[in-house]
């Protein structure tokens, strides 16, 4: 894959060989986001300007679905997670000033000074748009995380007292209220605490390689093992509690972590690492816009390394500005064409359920006769639907990566080129498709069936796209947005057989490509062009069918989603 053949270190020489400045490529970018500020902001206020729907009426273009109440366009993206102000547009604003000023650093501040300016400026957002609070507790994780995996032998006083101050305001500072008193004991102690855990107990297990290992799992899995026990506390004893916001913000990091960990096992991140270079990875503008939407891009320590400035700064730029212009008719366009399509097939007398397979669930469990025409036009327009408004939001933020100097890979690849599953799995979600594969693929296909290889192949894409991406990658979500309740275990593992049947999927596709190499190229203009047209259309339809069993509603069970996904295949079955 791209991200993986053109991953290899670059020197701070053809860094600074590709630093050159060029003016009028600043002036695109900047034209860019002040084209996102009026469209998505109340920026038009300022200059006593008419809002977008008013200037679309003015030029007689009347286009439904894509404005707001407000007269601004309605858009999915957004700062999530949190509600510090009265409009999402302010918060809108907010973000892309703070980017316009990170991209201005990147790009003209000297190489040493632009990642810890990009640091800089991703606190300053965080700080703005979450709060002091939240971002302490963040970077209190993050720290504790760099200590143990990055452990200071000697002078660790200043880095342990920061843990202690963050971990007060982060955690316990709601506790003091207005009592200073209070406020001075506990602050104390989370210091204290700090400075004698890691001198007397996290240091002296460091020193142990097992124990070490040990301890640098557990760190990097704190974000499974903390809503894993929450849920099974709740579902024991009925008592549920919620996590600081900080800390949630650090859990929706904790993919990208696991892949730095991968890196760190593989030796490719240096033992002695300052910290600026250990939050680069993680803190950058590109995570702020939609916290916990595509959290795997960026990867781990060694992708983001490596990319930086590798290639001519300007070159960078300008591909993040075409990223973001495609992102921006994704943003524009995607509920006006969701409509399009659905008002297409209701017109052919094809129910459809507005684009929404739960819908349609919903129906078939009320007893409605859902034909097979409907359950493929539904679960198929569903899919373009999330496609386009999942596009949307995760090329504007690889678009951001991109413009501040990183050959960030598109999460989103033309998934509708693919003609199998496999081709399409790593086209549609390239970074996430990377993490299951570092993190569950490889581990298992270097270990087991060596002498066997399609059954390790299968064995091997089980573990990632079944396993993996339904424990790691959805149960932990779920709690992550609904609380730490052992229902929504439940709910989530429910939804197994869209995991096993995603699973089998890919593996057959990889299996059946390793015994049969392909004689031509795929899209090819020649009379064989139909069969390329057919298996696309084929493998993007059992994609969207699959998610019928991830898209349950209240009362449905395993075998009524059963019932539903066969007559996407013209069978039907009585309950």
Known sequence: MPGLLRNVPVSDDQRRANDRHNLWVVAAV??????????????????DWPRPRELARDWGVNIAHVFDGDGNVD???????TQRFDHNDDERLVLFLLLAGAFLSAY??????????????????????????????????????????HPRWEKYGALILGCGLL??????????????????????????????????????????PAAAAML?????????LTVGLGALVEGWQGRSWSLPLGVLLFFWQWERLIMYHVDYKDGQVPQEIPLWRFLAVFWNPGVLPNWNWGVTIGQGYAYVHNNFLCEDK????????????????????????????????????????RAFTREMVRHFMRGEEIGTASVLATTFLDLTRWTMLWAGVVHFKVGIWRICGYRMDPYINKPWLATDLA????????????????????????????????LRVFVATMAAAAFGNLVWGHVTERLYYRGLEWEHVVYVLGTWPYFVLLGIGIALSQIYLLKFRRRRRPWTLDRWLWKDVLAAYCMLQFYALIHIFARPAAGSTTWDLTRLFLRGFGIQLTG
């Open 216 to 224: 640098r799992t557990a760190a990097v899995q704190s974000a499974i």
């Open 167 to 208: 971990g007060y305001f982060a955690v316990l500072a709601p506790l003091a209220g207005s009592d200073w008193a209070v406020a001075g004991f506990l602050l104390a102690l989370s210091c204290l605490g700090a400075y004698l855990g890691y001198r007397f107990l996290f240091l002296p297990l460091l020193r142990r």
């Open 423 to 454: 081709t399409f799995w790593s086209r549609f979600t390239f970074h996430y498709r990377e993490f299951l594969v570092r993190a569950f693929y490889y581990p298992v296909f270097f270990r087991c069936f060596r002498k066997r290889p399609y």
């Open 108 to 149: 003209f501040l000297p190489l040493p000074a632009k990642q810890p300016a990009l640091i800089v400026w991703t606190g300053l957002a965080v700080l703005i748009l979450y709060g002091f609070r939240a971002t302490a507790g963040l970077l209190w994780c993050q720290l504790w995380v760099y200590l143990i995996l």
């Open 30 to 47: 900047l034209v860019l986001l002040f084209l996102y500020l009026y469209l998505f902001t109340y920026a038009a206020d300022w200059f």
């Open 75 to 81: 858009s999915v993206l957004n700062i999530t997670l």
């Open 314 to 353: 300007n070159k960078l730029v300008l591909d993040g500005v075409k990223i973001l212009l495609i992102a921006l008719l994704y943003l524009l366009f995607w509920n006006w064409v969701r409509h399009l399509l659905v008002d297409f097939f209701t017109g052919l007398g094809v129910p459809v359920y």
